[in-house]
């Protein structure tokens, strides 16, 4: 009777020292591995700081102030000729209202991050609906949704959220859902091209030979695995955002209420004393640039890191 020869098991850990590890054989997620790369990568570090210095300065804008916001006790000190310049009391100098110009420029960092959230929120949520029901159900309803979304295309982002905000009035809520509505349709486009990539992936081919329902395979697989270039495009219409919520405040849109301090209205009301007073328009207007530049900074290092081509 012959014995046949028994198969002897590998030792425990790698083979060599050079084997690989289970801690390299195991899988990584797709947002710790996205965490990682940030963390390396110099132009997110500048990005992710900027944004963080906006933030703290717009949250805690009461402690962070010398002053009270469009406080008018310096009046005198600015005249048609002449405007108070920086000194012991007034680091940037005061505006041509007589307002501290550090105070107006850190209560409008305030004004400039509630906008250009919230207006990306909705313009994120509205065009996330419509690119998921374009997507998801396809068929007329995709022909439907995506005319609609043409016709928004069609007309440039400014002028749609000119025409909306002069029709419902100056205030803030306007320029919220001015901004907003001119974001639906990149968002809509997006979402579903992502979706109709992610439809013909095997899991989902998978998960239709299960017998899984239509609805549950929308909503429990193609969607999240779709809405990373999604929220990667809402990083970015932050910055955007900004920037049009000081085109809209520069050409008289914005918030009425003098009270209410705006980078972009600060411009404005620099203008006229530009000649002798130009840090009126340069301070609000470096802080516009360098909170946009932050955004988009973080924006393109997230895309970066979420996109598999651009992983090594």
């Given at each position: 009777?012959?014995?046949?020869?028994?198969?002897?098991?590998?030792?425990?850990?790698p083979?060599?020292?050079?084997?690989?590890?289970?801690?390299?054989?195991?899988?990584?997620?797709?947002?710790?591995?996205?965490?990682?790369?940030?963390?390396?990568?110099?132009?997110?570090?500048?990005?992710?700081?900027?944004?963080?210095?906006?933030?703290?300065?717009?949250?805690?804008?009461?402690?962070?102030?010398p002053?009270?916001?469009?406080?008018?006790?310096?009046?005198e000190?600015?005249?048609?000729?002449?405007?108070?310049?920086?000194?012991?009391?007034?680091?940037?100098?005061?505006?041509?209202?007589?307002?501290?110009?550090?105070?107006?420029?850190?209560?409008?960092?305030?004004?400039?991050?509630?906008?250009?959230?919230?207006?990306?929120?909705?313009?994120?949520?509205?065009?996330?609906?419509?690119?998921?029901?374009?997507?998801?159900?396809?068929?007329k309803?995709d022909?439907?949704?995506?005319?609609?979304?043409?016709?928004?295309?069609?007309?440039?982002?400014?002028?749609?959220?000119?025409?909306?905000?002069?029709?419902?009035?100056?205030?803030?809520?306007?320029?919220?859902?001015a901004?907003?509505?001119?974001?639906?349709?990149?968002?809509?486009?997006?979402?579903?091209?992502?979706?109709l990539?992610?439809?013909?992936?095997?899991?989902?081919?998978?998960?239709?030979?299960?017998?899984?329902?239509?609805?549950?395979?929308?909503?429990?697989?193609?969607?999240?695995?779709?809405?990373?270039p999604t929220?990667?495009?809402?990083?970015?219409?932050?910055?955007?955002?900004?920037?049009?919520?000081?085109?809209?405040?520069?050409?008289?849109?914005?918030?009425?209420?003098?009270?209410?301090?705006?980078?972009?209205?600060?411009?404005?009301?620099?203008?006229?004393?530009?000649?002798?007073?130009?840090?009126?328009?340069?301070?609000?207007?470096?802080?516009?640039?360098?909170?946009?530049?932050?955004?988009?900074?973080?924006?393109?290092?997230?895309?970066?890191?979420?996109?598999?081509?651009?992983?090594?």
């Open positions: 009777m012959t014995i046949a020869p028994t198969a002897t098991l590998p030792p425990e850990g083979l060599s020292p050079d084997g690989p590890t289970a801690e390299s054989m195991a899988g990584e997620s797709l947002w710790k591995g996205a965490w990682q790369r940030l963390r390396r990568n110099p132009m997110a570090l500048i990005g992710g700081g900027i944004m963080a210095v906006f933030v703290f300065v717009a949250l805690f804008a009461p402690l962070l102030a002053y009270e916001p469009a406080s008018t006790e310096w009046t000190l600015s005249t048609p000729f002449f405007v108070q310049g920086s000194n012991s009391e007034h680091l940037l100098g005061i505006d041509r209202w007589g307002s501290d110009m550090l105070t107006q420029l850190i209560f409008g960092a305030r004004q400039s991050l509630i906008i250009g959230v919230v207006s990306t929120l909705i313009g994120l949520f509205a065009g996330a609906l419509l690119g998921t029901l374009a997507g998801g159900l396809g068929g309803v022909t439907v949704i995506m005319r609609f979304v043409d016709i928004l295309l069609s007309i440039p982002s400014l002028l749609l959220a000119i025409s909306i905000a002069a029709a419902m009035g100056k205030s803030s809520f306007a320029l919220m859902v901004i907003g509505a001119a974001q639906i349709p990149i968002f809509a486009r997006l979402l579903r091209s992502t979706m990539s992610q439809s013909r992936s095997d899991y989902v081919l998978a998960a239709n030979a299960l017998g899984l329902r239509r609805r549950n395979i929308i909503l429990g697989h193609i969607l999240p695995n779709s809405l990373g929220i990667v495009q809402a990083t970015l219409n932050l910055a955007t955002a900004i920037i049009e919520v000081a085109a809209l405040s520069f050409l008289g849109l914005g918030e009425d209420d003098p009270a209410v301090a705006e980078w972009g209205r600060m411009i404005v009301s620099g203008q006229d004393r530009f000649q002798i007073a130009p840090w009126l328009a340069f301070y609000p207007g470096i802080c516009i640039a360098i909170t946009a530049l932050g955004f988009t900074l973080l924006g393109e290092a997230l895309r970066e890191a979420l996109d598999p081509k651009q992983r090594r």
